[in-house]
């Protein structure tokens, strides 16, 4: 059964309550990085906003920042990206009373009494996962084609063999247009390439080498001496691994640092809300979010992921949220979003993703 | 690269320590379930005991039982079994000094420092399975010509459509000579047979059916009603499953009873110690062991399981114990035995039988 | 703020749809152990059941079991106990139209809209435990006096020299007037009290002692030898740890038997049904439980507790249910019920009892 | 019984491998950030390099940092703190075959055949930690005199009235001399001294506000538009929690940026290496580190703690490390590091920090 895309039922602005609405009330940001009092915060739905009379859509939104009008549109900023005049929208009632409307059921002919059920219940490590794979690989089939599918992954991602070649036939299958990862990640992966070790074990007979543990800061220090990834990938005559594979597919990463880091490798980016922008960046394109093992990245990511995406045609379509994870702790955590279009799938991201890889025909 | 039986290297008893090492002293059982003061307890190595000058392999170990002699062989028996009068061997030491010999390193040649290390370390779910899964590839098309495997199921094993279908395979493929599970596991499995839902979800679609919590219930109660489920499999026309295809391929499958249970089916065997016995009798013949999703029968299991197995030809062989849960306390709990043969794998059992399934080519 | 105990409310029977309601169906049992097709199965719910024109309360239910009238009363029974003939109650329905009332909403007063969140959102190792723990130290104050308050173990709830001590103390001071457990809990606290060692480390300071592997199982052997515990703790002069509390005060306990047991211990009850039938004796006088560090025997007590009891004056009061464990897969699971007294917390049960008997002030 | 110092073996130099020994051989590093082939990388114990003969201690040590020697002391260097000309030792051995030496058992008059077991069997729910505890009471009230206590809180730390109300006692006690987090955990507890609540419940009922889901937006808003932390505590009136009883207290803490923070609150080090120098900073003078329920910080905290410290008058004393955490992986992960006073516990850290509070007698 192929995949189709749920049609977006818009509003009905003919209803009095929103006929009716007065215009959103604006406020100036009383200085850089502070909203006014009473400053609207942004759900994960489609979110529309009074002006002139007329409703406007945020075409890309992000829970928890402000809605800015400006140049005729609704830009959806972060607190410390405000700037000191910025016309914040106030007010935080949601059904039209001060011209905000928050439309959480467009996507509502889906079947809803089934999947509210799979919502309430949560998942657990004994949750049948069979369909959801199924239907996975018809979306990533569609989205190959139609979106823009985009990785996130976490630190240990790379260090299963196995795990790893598959997630590079991935991209090299068309399958990934952007992945979003740390320093550990991109280091493990090129130390696999680059000494055929994960932390010092070889990574498939996990056989330990001779002072191994020197291995990852070995590689840490020879990209920082040849001063890029990139440049590493060709001095090194790297041919393997998702890194590797990236570069040589076109597709973008972005590593974001962060305290647990060594090194770093010089392409991560040490400023954490630069290292945001950089990833909402990708998020801004992206039909289908899939993360993996990490909590850090994952929280982040679905931080900045909405529920819908407005393609370039104006169509509203969904946003497909996967957050994979062997603790149900984690997977609850960001599949609890009130969102139909979260899943969640409890397992070892190593084994998920030769499923996938499988399921694929890859 | 073919699986290959580790050689098992027998002690010297040349050596003067076990040349001249007393017998064993004999105590007899005091009263029916009762030992011995200072009786000897047994390991899962293989164990020796001089009697009358002459060394004795114990040959059907277990753990924390009791070396009796008797018919000119050492017997190792459950407190609860031993009667009035057993000669029970005592005495606490290991290498001869009481004619007991704990010979822990007999397949010493296998890769030590490797091994060790990777004993060491436990296994989390950031430890790479690749080649864990390889080598049970090959083991498992190995014991499948010249060895028995045996399979521990936890209660929400067959909720998953996949995961049922591919443990169907696997039993019909003849990778599986018997089967140890519960209750719950069963019923779970014959309702997915009879009226294709899951705790009254469809298996597939996760639909909930109208009044489908009954539906595990009903399952029961007709087997029940038929009186077995042999007759069940028959009157129901039941043709797709796990248990089914245990029944249908010769597999012999232990239910034992559990203070959770509903019902209980009719084959479950009420009185644990009784189901202990019958666990037993399939652990007997067994090579391999793999438990999956459990902690109840895996621990179960796992006491009863030595490392090794004497075959009927006399050759000293290892069991090969395997222990899949997606956490790492209870694969841990399970895998820290000392013994080289125990492996753990951190994921979800759905996908580990999936994996297996395709990487057996079924 | 002290305990008050909410106020049930009974259903209206004036209600057309009562009034007017048929009586219930009943159907003999077609064998010993086997319900008629349509058996009406319980929910942990009050169920009122219409015969001869009177509404009848199951006074004392149990999930998944069935209604059978005699002598003008409904008993609840398991499948395996109902003997051919008896008068089963068949019908699905849960409003009347069937003479089938099932009363989810009796203790309605309480602050719903506050708990209905709490209990939808699931307990997390991030959720707040303050207000539960207050809530729970007048809970207990209050059951001491009027209630009864039955706790359940787990198999290594006694490995801890505070945990162990916290609830001897419990014990004593009269908060404890049952304690469901298995061989391994009883085992352990035996072993601690007459060898000062959990399984051969001893008890307090972690040591080794030498030889230690071998305590549980002279523990064991011993009270065997002894002939029951009551005999052991006389003969080896026992004066602390839990059971021996149990002793002493006069609580009882049940030992259920699994198959994960060694010995066992005299007082083990084998038959895994004949167990369930004198934990559930223990249940059906408790008004408060709380399940400890066990996935067995918290989901085989949470099966057999509905959610009110009726008491001697013919009062309808909630029965508060506990779970404390450290895997929210377990927590969330046996809280899951639909009950509003349901409670979970997501800790080591060690600190969880240590707290509480700080907070009891023992 | 009080806590005393272990003391520490310095090596005995005149031995002849470390009398012969060379010197070590230095290079400089080849450009900004980058280390010399052959580098050597720190461990976390006492590392020793003889330069003119006379072997000298690296005084405030590092792991996978290199030593550079410069003002006649060996400073330990992260890779991107290096700079161009660094005299940077290299050599890849231990025992002074290069004039490198690691001394790991510095510390060994304490009890070895116990700890070393501790230390191997990892650390699970299962655990006992009575005499952890205890333990740890006696070192709190000795470096409350003659250390400095670290405390690494994780982002839910501050959800939980008890533990919020009980860490504060800590600090207000004397007990903590500096704390690491990140901006979540910081912009909770103000949340909750702000506006009583926690993600918008009452932070003790757990009572959902009206628009609760604004309040710690609204906090960190009103946070950014005074301008400060401390100017928010004045204006606002703030008079509880942990953030606040630092800043009363003089006690330093650093708030290190994330990709998943809100806000920020204006204290927080945007740039992930910053905010690790302005960490170590606090780290360099710490006697004993506490994690507790956070894996980022733990990870990033123990990475740069050493286990041993030297103190101003040359004293060598050990470095005390717990991770508290309800995860056995997070756990294992932490105190896995081949150090003895590497200690974990597993649990909920609110009922850690609970039993911290009474067990000091605050």
């Not at 899939?290 to 407005?310: D, E, F, K, Q």
């Amino acid at each position: 059964m192929a995949f189709e895309l749920l049609q977006f039922i818009p509003p009905d602005f003919t209803l009095p309550a929103l006929a009716n609405a007065p215009d959103a009330r604006m406020e100036p940001a009383p200085k850089d990085g502070v909203a006014p009092e009473g400053f609207h915060a942004m759900s994960i739905f489609p979110e529309y906003f009074k002006v002139n009379g007329e409703w406007l859509l945020a075409e890309e939104s992000r829970m928890d920042c402000v809605p800015v009008y400006g140049d005729e549109k609704i830009h959806v900023i972060e607190f410390r990206n405000l700037k000191a005049g910025d016309k914040v929208i106030c007010g935080r009632t949601e059904r039209g009373e001060e011209g905000i409307l928050v439309h959480a059921g467009g996507f509502a002919e889906e079947n809803r009494e089934e999947e509210t059920f799979a919502f309430r219940q949560g998942h657990s490590r004994e949750s049948s996962f069979s369909r959801d794979y199924d239907e996975l690989y018809e979306l990533l089939r569609y989205e190959k084609e139609h979106g823009r599918i985009l990785w996130v992954l976490g630190p240990a991602f790379a260090f299963d063999y196995d795990a790893r070649n598959a997630f590079a036939k991935i991209i090299r299958a068309g399958y990934a247009h952007a992945v979003l990862a740390g320093n550990a990640l991109a280091a493990h992966d090129l130390e696999g390439a680059y000494l055929k070790t994960a932390l010092g074990q070889n990574i498939y007979t996990q056989r330990h080498q001779p002072n191994g543990h020197y291995n990852h800061l070995d590689t840490i220090n020879r990209v920082r001496q040849d001063g890029s990834i990139k440049s590493f990938i060709e001095k090194e005559q790297i041919s393997d691994g998702i890194i590797y594979s990236c570069e040589q597919c076109g597709v973008p990463f972005v590593l974001a640092g962060s305290i647990r880091d060594d090194g770093p490798l010089p392409e991560v980016i040490a400023d954490v809300y630069r290292a945001q922008d950089a990833m909402r960046e990708q998020v801004r394109g992206a039909t289908t979010v899939i993360c993996m093992a990490t909590m850090l990245h994952s929280i982040a990511v679905g931080n900045m992921t909405p529920s819908y995406r407005v393609l370039q045609d104006g169509t509203v379509r969904k946003i497909y949220f996967y957050c994979v994870d062997i603790s149900e702790f984690m997977v609850n955590k960001l599949t609890d979003r009130g969102s139909l279009s979260s899943r969640g799938i409890v397992t070892n991201a190593q084994d998920f993703i030769v499923n996938i890889a499988n399921g694929l025909g890859l």
